[in-house]
């Protein structure tokens, strides 16, 4: 079974408001074992992050500047994701944003080329209701040393 962890960082919070993906990350697994085979992308949005976004990830708008846009990639994406089974913390949050990206260069949305999406957020809160589920929050429940984290 092919399994992919993804991850999106963006230039706000509001895929239909305009913000865009500036950043995608996927790490693959093959019955369960990392594989090596990983995918990373920094894209240049064309516009600037919200500055509560920059605070969140970092990425400086000048450092976007000389990157691929979205479409100048998505066939590379959509090629590495076809047929895995996708996992994603809040998946609604980077699912509409990849659907919106998708939307833009033309592309179906993301789940039709895909085997299902896992969301772990949901999971988390099925397990611990009431709860903080944040990653970070996650990572100090369960005991998993996350100080690489950026």
């Known amino acids: 079974m092919r399994q992919l962890f993804l991850d999106t960082e963006t230039t706000g919070l509001s895929a ?9 990350g996927c790490v693959e697994l093959v019955n369960r074992k990392l594989t090596g085979n990983n995918l990373h ?17 970092g990425i400086s708008n000048e450092f976007l500047r000389d ?28 699912v509409g944003f990849l659907n919106k990206e998708l939307e833009l260069a033309g592309k179906k949305p993301f789940t039709t080329y895909v085997n299902g999406v896992v969301d772990t957020l949901v999971m988390a809160k099925q397990m611990y209701p009431g709860k903080r589920n944040s ?12 100080s690489g984290r950026t």
């Open 135 to 146: 990653l970070d929050a996650l990572c100090d429940r369960l005991g998993v040393d996350n």
């Open 41 to 57: 992308f920094y894209f240049n949005p064309g516009r600037d992050s919200h500055e509560d976004a920059l605070k969140v990830h």
């Open 67 to 94: 990157k691929p846009k979205f479409h100048d990639v998505v066939q590379d994406i959509l090629d590495y994701v076809e047929g895995a089974e996708i996992i994603i913390h809040n998946a609604a949050f980077d």
């Open 16 to 24: 239909e408001g305009g913000d865009r993906v500036i950043e995608l």
